[in-house]
């Protein structure tokens, strides 16, 4: 379920896409070739699932340049430190293409060209859309009163 509530706006659209997942795993368990864990084999499920719950509702992608856009210092000890629930709040904030490479390259640890091929968009606008959530991210933090530690 944490999986799928980092995707989605709302615990409902977040129970839809476990449900669907959970379906795919049911109907699919005997393609588990028992390579890597099980664990993931279902964690990899609800992600696509989730991803194409995302592509009904138009996800937005912003194409750039990292030439254009600057980066700033981000502290990623401010999220270890912080509750699963707060942070799953901040990250439900971003935009629709920032939340879902956010997780994906943060979170479920992806690279950069796997999330294009997943996302159909290239490399170079998962690392934009990433380096915007960071900057979003800070915003959204200091908006709740969580500064640098």
Not at 6 to 24: G, H, P, T, W
Not at 46 to 53: G, I, Q
Not at 106 to 123: F, P
Request: net charge positive; hydrophobic share 35%; glycine share 6%.
């Amino acid at each position: 379920m944490g999986v799928s509530m980092r995707y989605c706006n709302s615990k409902m659209e977040a129970e839809d896409v476990l449900q669907d997942a959970f379906i795919k795993v049911f109907n699919k368990i005997k393609t588990f070739k028992n390579q890597g864990s099980f664990e993931g084999w279902i964690r990899k499920i609800v992600v696509f699932t989730a991803l194409k719950s995302n592509d009904k509702r138009i996800r937005k992608f912003e194409p750039g340049s990292l030439d254009t856009t600057p980066e700033q210092g981000f502290d990623s000890s401010i999220i270890s430190n912080m509750e699963a629930n707060s942070l799953l709040t901040v990250i439900q904030e971003l935009p629709e293409g920032y939340k879902a490479v956010f997780n994906l390259y943060a979170i479920e640890g992806y690279s950069h060209k796997e999330i294009g091929e997943m996302l159909e968009i290239t490399d170079v606008t998962s690392r934009t859309q990433y380096s915007r959530a960071k900057q979003s991210l800070m915003k959204l933090l200091a908006k709740y009163g969580i500064q640098r530690i």
